[in-house]
């Protein structure tokens, strides 16, 4: 079992900054790809973000020149860096760890959730 712990969620102004941070917990042997979802009230959950291990990255239009995803591999953890942010960025934010490889196999594990909130 692979646990997904996300933080730094909360309220910001338009055009101002967060940082998401999560941890990945477990008996854990390799995690390929991390990445960051998004569900916006009454929205279908989308991808924001995803890094390889080999710290290839893949963003969703939306966010191209805004954000920028990072991960410590030593220490399991995947960063997104959130700037110049608009109130449609507005939604929970979702970990997500498609292939991770643990001793009963790989499995696709997703965190709880954080929300971002953009308003004035």
């Known amino acids: 079992q692979v646990q997904l712990v996300e933080s730094g969620g909360g309220l910001v102004q338009p055009g101002g900054s967060l940082r998401l941070s999560c941890a990945a917990s477990?008996?854990?042997?390799?995690?390929?790809?991390m990445g960051w979802h998004r569900q916006a009230p009454g929205k279908q959950r989308e991808m924001v973000a995803i890094?390889?291990?080999?710290?290839?990255?893949h963003y969703a239009d939306s966010v191209k020149g805004r954000f920028t995803i990072s991960r410590d591999n030593a220490k399991n953890t995947v960063y997104l860096q959130m700037n110049s942010l608009k109130p449609e960025d507005t939604a929970v934010y979702y970990c997500?760890?498609?292939?991770?490889?643990?001793?009963?196999?790989?499995?696709?594990?997703w965190g709880q959730g954080t929300l971002v909130t953009v308003s004035s």
């Open positions: 477990g008996r854990i042997f390799s995690i390929t790809t």
């Open positions: 997500n760890a498609p292939s991770a490889v643990t001793a009963g196999g790989i499995g696709n594990y």
């Open positions: 890094i390889t291990s080999g710290d290839f990255t």
